[in-house]
């Protein structure tokens, strides 16, 4: 993410219960994306956050409870905070040098998160991936290889859900929507086209999609802001 973020919420959900990500129910995943937002959000400030969450819908409530909202948002901004369900970080910003990101920083915590049967990660950002760093293959500092050492080789059921296009930099400049399809594609490459979502506000209906069809192409609500409406 810019500098100018602060919220990367690592959400990893599936999309049905079961092992076919892309067949998880669609309510299911609209719950879950409107309760972190609920209780761990910080507004349009850029956090990350990763969510074990039950495939029994009847046992969601129990990841709520197990970690509370104060205690989850009022963690300093050079901590990251880990809980029983959660983890969760802000950017954190080292001053003449460089910031690391919120879905970085998360990520390097999420192994501590407990793996349990029958339970889906879920990596929630409030922005879509930048281009300039998280998901650009050849900076060091990326997501990707994160993605696939601590989450693909982990977890059965996982899954990345954003609720705001990354599509200005910190000054403002508007990232061309190509750049920013680029960046989900590689996101996409690394984590896996059918896992996927973003979730956004439609004249008062709260909707989540998958990013991706069956032939591999994006969603345009996934690529552009023009979608969201307030």
Known sequence: MASLSWIAVVLTFSLSVGNNLAALDQNYLTTIVQQIMNKYGRGDRQYSIAVTVPEDKTKLHEVFDSDKSTAVKEYEN?????????????????????????????????????????????????????????????????????IKDKVKNIWKEYAFVFTTVFDRT???????????????????????????????????????LNCYNNKKEVAPECIDNFYYYD
């Open 78 to 146: 050079g901590v990251v905070y880990v809980g029983t369900n959660v983890v969760a970080a802000k950017p954190n910003f080292i001053p003449g040098s460089y910031t690391e990101h919120a879905e970085a920083r998360v990520l390097d915590k999420v192994q501590e998160l407990a793996n349990k049967e029958g339970y889906i990660l879920i990596i929630y950002s409030y922005y879509s991936p930048c281009g300039a760093k998280c998901t650009d293959k050849d900076h060091k500092f990326n997501i990707l290889d994160k």
């Open 170 to 208: 910190s000054t403002e400049e508007k990232i061309p929507k190509k750049q920013t399809e680029t960046a989900l594609s590689h996101l996409a490459e690394a984590i896996g086209h059918d896992k996927i979502s973003a979730c956004y506000t439609e004249k008062n209906d709260f909707i989540c």
